[in-house]
């Protein structure tokens, strides 16, 4: 589903150059969910924004769900993108925009119908358990409700992929349980592959099959997450 071969990420930077990812390979299995993590500045941003398109890789090659998003531009990639979704740490809702409106985004954009819409966006409600709150805005919801809001918008084009940036590091504790159960069922009931970056080890346990461990740009370790936490 996913591969990453030799790839690195330089940035250039006033004090010279930063390598922000450094020869990283991964091959991350249908249906995987797949953690990375690391403390700030280890590259696990920089390594998730490459997979759909958002960074190019410096050198290296990315593939993801039959796409090279490390080589194609344009509308290419932007069709590429409605395979590889994206859920964000601030929501990254439209703040003018209803719920309603929030999820039926990325179809408006992909020109299906408008009763095609409606019908989805129900659809959609009720896989996240946002009855009710179909026409709240984003600033009335709780934080829990605005990542199930992003959640419905990044499965709106039925996507094989949903990449996770730090999706429930702006949550309590007892929010972010609910949002990995949510995470867990949506794996469970449509087969989606997920990849998530985080610096929380609770994360990696609740929900990841599979870790890799980022520092400095590389992987230090990799493998099944019991294997690599062995003790508690
Ligand atoms: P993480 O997500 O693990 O916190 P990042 O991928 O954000 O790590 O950053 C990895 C390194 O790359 C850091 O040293 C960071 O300062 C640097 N970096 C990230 N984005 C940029 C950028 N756009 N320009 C220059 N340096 C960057
Ligand atoms: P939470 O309390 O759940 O963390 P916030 O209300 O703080 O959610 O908002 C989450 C993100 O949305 C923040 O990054 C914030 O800057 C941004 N945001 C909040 N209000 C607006 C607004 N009116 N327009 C655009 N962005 C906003």
């Given at each position: 589903?996913?591969?990453?071969?030799?790839?690195?990420?330089?940035?250039?930077?006033?004090?010279?150059?930063?390598?922000?990812?450094?020869?990283?390979?991964?091959?991350?299995?249908?249906?995987?969910?797949?953690?990375?993590?690391?403390?700030?500045?280890?590259?696990?941003?920089?390594?998730?924004?490459?997979?759909?398109?958002?960074?190019?890789?410096?050198?290296?090659?990315v593939?993801?769900?039959?796409?090279?998003?490390?080589?194609?531009?344009?509308?290419?990639?932007?069709?590429?993108?409605?395979?590889?979704?994206?859920?964000?740490?601030?929501?990254?809702?439209?703040?003018?925009?209803?719920?309603?409106?929030?999820?039926?985004?990325?179809?408006?954009?992909?020109?299906?119908?408008?009763?095609?819409?409606?019908?989805?966006?129900?659809?959609?409600?009720?896989?996240?358990?946002?009855?009710?709150?179909?026409?709240?805005?984003?600033?009335?919801?709780?934080?829990?409700?605005?990542?199930?809001?992003?959640?419905?918008?990044a499965?709106?084009?039925?996507?094989?992929?949903?990449?996770?940036?730090?999706?429930?590091?702006?949550?309590?504790?007892?929010?972010?349980?609910?949002?990995?159960?949510?995470?867990?069922?949506?794996n469970?009931?449509?087969g989606?592959?997920?990849?998530?970056?985080?610096?929380?080890?609770?994360?990696?346990?609740?929900?990841?099959?599979?870790?890799?461990?980022?520092?400095?740009?590389?992987?230090?370790?990799?493998?099944?997450?019991?294997?690599v936490?062995?003790?508690?």
């Open positions: 589903m996913i591969s990453i071969k030799n790839v690195q990420k330089i940035y250039p930077s006033k004090q010279g150059q930063v390598k922000a990812v450094d020869d990283v390979n991964l091959e991350i299995s249908d249906g995987e969910i797949f953690g990375v993590i690391g403390y700030s500045g280890a590259g696990k941003s920089t390594l998730i924004r490459m997979l759909n398109g958002l960074e190019l890789p410096t050198q290296g090659k593939v993801v769900a039959n796409n090279e998003v490390s080589k194609i531009k344009g509308s290419q990639l932007r069709k590429a993108r409605q395979e590889i979704s994206m859920i964000f740490q601030h929501f990254n809702l439209l703040w003018s925009r209803t719920v309603r409106d929030n999820i039926a985004f990325p179809l408006e954009i992909a020109g299906v119908s408008k009763k095609e819409r409606l019908k989805r966006v129900d659809e959609l409600i009720k896989l996240v358990g946002l009855e009710g709150r179909e026409n709240a805005y984003p600033s009335q919801l709780s934080g829990g409700q605005k990542q199930r809001v992003g959640i419905a918008r499965l709106a084009n039925n996507p094989k992929v949903l990449l996770c940036d730090e999706a429930t590091s702006a949550l309590d504790p007892q929010t972010t349980d609910s949002i990995l159960d949510l995470l867990v069922d949506i469970a009931r449509l989606l592959t997920i990849v998530l970056i985080t610096h929380e080890m609770h994360v990696i346990r609740k929900i990841c099959h599979r870790v890799a461990v980022m520092e400095n740009g590389k992987v230090v370790e990799m493998g099944p997450v019991l294997d936490f062995k003790n508690p």
